[in-house]
């Protein structure tokens, strides 16, 4: 046989573990036969089933070693069902070998026709990353079923390969909704987000229901763009289509609010839900700590636990951050050793840097340091990153000069990490060291990532970077943002010039911060909203100190609630005040 040989004896072996397993998918014991009758004399169902349960248990192998034992003791002779529960087993422990050897087998017996275990093969070939044999079985298959092109798209989605899937999506005879949904999936897994929504809404349009996973990647989606109408209008189709609202659909409908800045409708869902699991509460709890509500996480997780729920790990990453938020330093401590002593989790990258935000955010900025030279894991660089930022809001210059130079030691082509340091020297007037840090961004040929501000309004997503003029309201819009300065200059605001560098002649400084993405994303969102209307803006960056006041006296000139999603965290801006508390 083509199978590793079970160790003898294999029949005390087998029978042993037989017991254990129920053969009837509805686990009715009356419907269990007794493994020494099956032994005895099996039947191909039975066998089957045997073969079923052992695929669907963590030792998947054992379903090869018993088709191999009853193979050479009873001259057993498979069928189709037989071949795609071993091509099954060999899927679930990633065996290659045995997998080719099935497919030998599939031949030698005369089954490479039958379309169950066609798909099975394709399916087996992609999971191993053997594309061009899984397209060549497809490609030979006589018959194919509408599961045999839904396996092909879901490979090339599992590969990351969108443009194969797309191809072989758009040649299909007839679509259902694993067609749609894996589509969706593979555009949303690799961030083409606004496709992945458009994908769902033209699969509603042509009277096709879409399924949980489908319901759960386009809120993922929406989650991701993080704007409130995309949201809005995706839910109004999942009300009109009357889906099925299981509870992973209902924790995917909170996340997106919460992820889209409305908290308080995130909220009021996750009270009406019928029935909550684990990840429900973590994403509640995470979605109350990322938009600084830290007292409310902490309530919740309280409540959490009095309702009898075990913690994972991603609970106390919402637990410490909402600690941080708060500024409980010793409560954050207590649940750091809860988590690590009473429920045994081993603290992650994250843990840790939710705690050393705490430190730093409380302005202990030292312990911050010991905390994380006294991990017993390699910190990430993001951890003294945090720690960089602290020294500049605390104005820990002698501090924050070690951890800079420590940063640009750990990645030196990381480019915030030397606009910090310059920022740090900047507001010290070390001019001389801002020279020779912006100097280092050129000789090192650090990355910059580019930033960019996004605002959804009458329909359509705008795109805005600093300085941008390619809008098609460019001209409205500086209208305006000339308009918002002269405002807000009335009210007392002064740009904060500082980190610019000091080369640089004055007007042109104010300029440079003036035409920031989030600002002209503002000036739009006021040219085109109505009076008291929320302005909802996402940014892949961290807003600058200067563009966070300003929007401040912009949310109070203009009597608007502004809400802004960076890189952090959420900002809501209302009458003059943000909800980070002017640290972020």
Request: proline share 4%; with cysteine; hydrophobic share 40%.
């Amino acid at each position: 046989m083509f199978f590793t040989k079970p160790k003898p004896p294999i029949s005390k072996t087998l029978i042993s573990s037989l017991h254990h397993i129920k053969l009837s998918h509805a686990g009715n014991p009356h419907h269990t036969p007794s493994p020494l009758s099956l032994l005895k004399n099996p039947s191909i169902f039975s066998i089957n089933n045997l073969l079923r349960s052992f695929t669907n248990t963590h030792s998947p192998h054992k379903t090869l070693n018993f088709y191999s034992f009853i193979r050479k003791n009873n001259n057993f002779k498979p069928n189709n069902y037989t071949f795609t529960f071993l091509l099954q087993a060999c899927t679930k422990f990633h065996n290659t070998v045995a997998g080719f050897q099935v497919h030998g087998h599939v031949i030698k017996l005369g089954f490479y026709g039958d379309v169950f275990v066609g798909n099975s093969l394709v399916n087996l070939y992609f999971v191993f990353g053997e594309e061009k044999r899984a397209r060549q079985v497809f490609d030979e298959m006589s018959r194919r079923d509408l599961v045999t092109w839904n396996v092909v798209i879901a490979g090339w989605v599992k590969l990351g390969r969108v443009a194969e899937a797309r191809k072989v999506f758009d040649e299909m005879p007839e679509r259902d909704a694993v067609s749609w949904s894996s589509l969706i999936t593979g555009y949303v897994r690799n961030g083409l987000l606004e496709e992945g929504v458009e994908l769902f809404e033209r699969m509603v349009e042509v009277g096709v229901v879409p399924n949980e996973a489908g319901l759960v990647m386009v809120f993922s989606a929406c989650a991701q763009l993080g704007l409130v109408e995309n949201a809005v209008r995706i839910h109004s189709i999942v009300d009109a289509l009357s889906c099925r609202m299981t509870v992973h659909v209902w924790t995917g409908l909170v996340d997106m609010y919460a992820k889209c800045g409305c908290i308080d409708k995130a909220r009021e869902l996750f009270d009406k839900m019928p029935e909550k699991d684990v990840s429900s509460w973590n994403v509640m709890i995470c979605g109350l700590a990322t938009h600084g509500l830290g007292m409310e996480a902490i309530k919740l997780f309280e409540k959490f636990l009095i309702e009898g729920h075990t913690p994972v790990n991603v609970t106390f990453i919402g637990v410490l951050s909402a600690c941080s938020k708060a500024g409980l330093v010793n409560k954050g401590y207590l649940y750091f050793k809860l988590m690590t002593e009473k429920y045994g989790i081993v603290p992650e990258m994250e843990h840790y840097g939710c705690m050393v935000d705490l430190l730093s955010r409380a302005g202990l900025v030292t312990d911050a340091i010991e905390f994380v030279e006294q991990m017993p894991i390699e910190p990430d660089p993001v951890l003294w990153v945090t720690i960089l930022g602290a020294c500049k809001t605390h104005g820990l210059v002698e501090l924050g000069e070690k951890t800079g130079r420590k940063l640009i030691e750990l990645d030196p082509t990381r480019h915030g990490n030397y606009v910090q340091l310059s920022s740090i020297y900047a507001r010290s007037n070390k001019w001389e060291e801002v020279v020779r840090t912006q100097g280092l961004i050129t000789g090192q040929n650090s990355k910059k990532v580019p930033g960019w501000s996004l605002i959804e309004a009458q329909g359509k997503i705008h795109r805005f970077v600093a300085g941008d003029r390619q809008h098609d309201r460019t001209l409205e819009i500086y209208m305006m943002l000339d308009k918002m300065n002269a405002r807000i200059a009335e009210a007392g605001y002064s740009p904060n010039v500082s980190p610019v560098l000091h080369d640089v002649e004055e007007e042109e400084k104010v300029n440079a911060v003036k035409e920031h993405s989030e600002r002209l994303a503002i000036a739009f969102g006021l040219l085109v909203t109505e009076a008291g209307e929320c302005i909802r803006v996402v940014k892949n960056l961290r807003v600058c100190g200067d563009c966070h006041e300003m929007t401040k006296i912009t949310s109070m000139v203009f009597e608007r609630e502004i809400v802004v999603r960076d890189g952090c965290r959420f900002h809501h801006f209302r009458g003059g005040e943000c909800s980070c508390g002017d640290y972020w």
